[in-house]
C-alpha cells in the first residue's frame, strides 16, 4: 500500500508541480543554508491595521522578500512583528520593534543582523538612518530589500537611497491620505453618502440600496443610511424642546434619568461595553444636543486628529471647529428637528434660577480657560456681577500644586471692556460678547502676570500674537 500511496504521489498535479519548482530552484538560486549556518537574521515586519489585514498573509510576503535578500548569507532564527501600530511611531515606541532593539543590546545576543521585508512597512523619514546607527553601535547590521543587502552607512550611494526611500515613503502616506479624503469630502458633500460609523442616538442604519461602487456592488455589498429610531428618536425631540424651553443640560440628564429612558450606552451595549451603561450624563446630553445630523444632513470631519501630534499617534480623536465639517448640500436622511430648531439650541444658555427668581446671564460662558490647569472656568455670581473663577484642588482631579492660587476669579465685565478696546467694538456687552463668539476667540487666565491672552480659531483677527489684556481681580 506504501508503494501504491507513493506512485499516486508522483502521478499527482501536486507532486509534478513541486518537482518542477524545485529543478527551477536549483537552477536559478544559490543553494539554502542549513539552520545555524551563516549569519543569523532578525526579521522585522509591521501591518498597520487590524480590520483591514491578515496577520499571516502580511507576516508571509514580508518573510519572503527578506528571505530573497539574504538568501545564500543566512537564515532568519527570531521574527519581531509589530501589529496595529503606525510607521510614523519611532522603534522605540513600537512594541515588537522596541524588544528587538533591546536583544540586540544584550552581550549574548542571538543574531548577527536584521533584515525588514519592504522599507515602507519599517520605516518613514529618516527613521531607517537612525535604527542602522543604532544597530551598527552593536555590530549589528540593517539589510534592506531596496538595497540588495547590508546598509553602509559610509556610502554617499546608500545615504542618498536613505534618503529617497524615507522621502517615498512620507510622499506615499500624503497621496493616499489626500486621495481618500478629498473623495469623502466630496461624497458627504454632493452625494450626502453614508461613510460608516455609528448612528446616531435617535437614528438606525437602514438599505440604501447597492454599493455605488459597481465593484463592491458585485460583490453583494449594499449602501446604507440614517433612519430614525422607533424607540429612540422621540427622545432626541424630546431633548431639543426641553433645551428650547430654557432648560439646562444638567436637569435635561436628571429628567430622562427619573423617567428611566435608557441612556444610549445601555441601548447599544455591543459597541459600549467599556462603558457601564447606568445612566444618562451631562457629556452625553450635550453630545446629543451640539450633532448637527439630527437635521437631516449628513455631515463627515466632526472629529480627526492633528497628523502632527501625540494624539494622532495614539488614535485619539479631537473635535474639531464647526467651520472644519462637510455638510451635505442636501438633506440625506429623515430629520429629527429643523435646521432652524438646531441652530436655536447652540445659541441657549440656560439662566440659572436665584432665590428671589431673577435670573442670571453669563454672556462667556465656556470661552474662558485656566491656564494654570487648562480646564474652563466656571460661572459664578459675586457682589452682584458675573464672573468666573478655578478652584485649583477643589473641582479638579490633581491635587493643588504649593505657591498655586487656591481660587482664581476674574471679572466678565473688565474681561469685555478689554476685548473690544482691543479689537475696536462697540455696542452693548451682549453685541460684543456675539462678536467675540462668532470670532471664535478663547480667552485663557494666565497663571504669571495676571494676564488673559487670546487664542485664534479658524477665523483671521489680523491681532499680534502677544496680545495680552490685564487681569483684574476682586
Not at 509589530?82 to 522603534?91: A, C, E, F, T, V
Not at 433645551?243 to 430622562?256: T, W
Given at each position: ?8 504521489g ?13 529543478r ?6 544559490k543553494?539554502?543554508?542549513?539552520h545555524?549556518?551563516?549569519?543569523r ?6 501591518m498597520?491595521?487590524?480590520t ?17 535578500v ?22 522605540p ?8 532593539l ?6 549574548e ?12 512597512r ?12 543604532v544597530?551598527?553601535?552593536h ?16 556610502s ?5 537611497l ?14 493616499s491620505?489626500?486621495?481618500v ?14 461613510l ?15 454599493h455605488?461602487?459597481p ?15 422607533p ?12 433645551r ?5 443640560v ?8 427619573d ?7 445601555r441601548?447599544?451595549r ?6 457601564t ?9 450635550a ?5 448637527p ?5 449628513q455631515?463627515w ?11 494622532s499617534?495614539d488614535?485619539?480623536?479631537?473635535q474639531k471647529l ?5 455638510i451635505s448640500?442636501t ?11 438646531f441652530?436655536?439650541a447652540q ?6 434660577p436665584t ?9 462667556l ?6 491656564g494654570?490647569?487648562e ?14 473663577r ?5 473641582t ?9 492660587l ?14 473690544a ?8 456687552l ?16 494666565r497663571?504669571?502676570g ?6 485664534q480659531?479658524?477665523?483671521?483677527l ?6 495680552l ?5 476682586w
Amino acid at each position: 500500500m506504501a508503494a501504491d500511496m507513493a506512485r499516486v504521489g508522483e502521478d499527482s498535479l501536486e507532486g509534478w508541480a513541486e518537482r518542477a519548482r524545485s529543478r527551477q530552484s536549483r537552477a536559478t538560486t544559490k543553494p539554502r543554508l542549513a539552520h545555524g549556518a551563516g549569519l543569523r537574521f532578525a526579521l522585522y515586519g509591521r501591518m498597520s491595521t487590524r480590520t483591514y489585514q491578515e496577520r499571516e498573509s502580511s507576516s508571509r510576503w514580508q518573510r519572503e522578500v527578506a528571505e530573497g535578500v539574504i538568501a545564500g548569507r543566512g537564515v532568519i532564527v527570531a521574527e519581531f512583528f509589530d501589529i496595529g501600530i503606525s510607521r510614523r511611531l519611532p522603534w522605540p515606541e513600537r512594541p515588537q520593534a522596541a524588544a528587538l532593539l533591546s536583544a540586540v543590546a544584550e552581550p549574548e545576543r542571538g543574531v548577527d543582523a536584521v533584515v525588514v521585508g519592504e522599507y515602507e512597512r519599517a520605516f518613514q523619514d529618516d527613521q531607517a538612518a537612525a535604527v542602522a546607527a543604532v544597530l551598527d553601535r552593536h555590530g549589528v547590521r540593517l539589510w534592506l530589500p531596496e538595497a540588495g543587502g547590508p546598509v553602509d552607512l559610509t556610502s554617499a550611494t546608500h545615504q542618498a537611497l536613505m534618503l529617497l526611500l524615507g522621502a517615498q515613503s512620507k510622499r506615499e502616506v500624503l497621496r493616499s491620505r489626500h486621495r481618500v479624503l478629498t473623495a469623502m469630502r466630496g461624497q458627504a458633500r454632493v452625494q450626502g453618502r453614508y461613510l460608516g460609523g455609528r448612528p446616531p442616538y435617535g437614528y438606525r442604519l437602514a438599505d440604501a440600496g447597492p454599493h455605488p461602487n459597481p465593484a463592491h456592488a458585485s460583490w453583494g455589498r449594499r449602501a446604507h443610511r440614517l433612519a430614525p429610531d422607533p424607540a429612540t428618536a422621540e427622545h432626541v425631540r424630546w431633548i431639543f424642546a426641553q433645551r428650547l424651553a430654557g432648560r439646562s443640560v444638567a436637569g435635561i440628564a436628571r429628567a430622562l434619568n427619573d423617567r428611566g429612558v435608557p441612556c444610549p450606552s445601555r441601548v447599544d451595549r455591543r459597541r459600549n461595553r467599556h462603558r457601564t451603561g447606568e445612566a444618562w450624563t451631562l457629556r452625553t446630553v450635550a453630545c446629543i444636543l451640539a450633532n448637527p445630523r439630527y437635521t437631516g444632513r449628513q455631515v463627515w470631519n466632526r472629529h480627526g486628529t492633528d497628523d502632527n501630534s501625540a494624539a494622532s499617534l495614539d488614535g485619539d480623536e479631537q473635535q474639531k471647529l464647526a467651520g472644519e465639517w462637510v455638510i451635505s448640500q442636501t438633506v440625506a436622511h429623515p430629520p429629527l428637528i429643523s435646521e432652524h430648531d438646531f441652530v436655536a439650541a447652540q445659541a441657549i444658555r440656560a439662566a440659572r434660577p436665584t432665590a428671589d427668581g431673577s435670573t442670571r446671564t453669563y454672556l462667556l460662558t465656556g470661552l474662558v480657560l485656566c491656564g494654570v490647569c487648562e480646564r474652563r472656568m466656571e460661572a459664578h455670581w459675586v457682589n452682584r456681577r458675573a464672573g468666573y473663577r478655578c478652584r485649583h484642588g477643589q473641582t479638579s482631579s490633581r491635587s493643588r500644586e504649593p505657591g498655586r492660587l487656591k481660587i482664581r476669579y476674574v471679572r466678565e465685565d473688565h474681561l469685555l471692556a478689554d476685548l473690544a478696546e482691543r479689537y475696536s467694538l462697540t455696542g452693548t456687552l451682549h453685541a460684543i460678547a456675539a462678536e467675540i463668539r462668532d470670532r471664535n476667540i478663547t480667552i485663557i487666565c494666565r497663571a504669571t502676570g495676571s494676564t488673559v491672552t487670546h487664542e485664534q480659531g479658524t477665523h483671521d483677527l489680523g491681532a499680534p500674537d502677544d496680545a495680552l489684556f490685564q487681569q483684574r481681580m476682586w
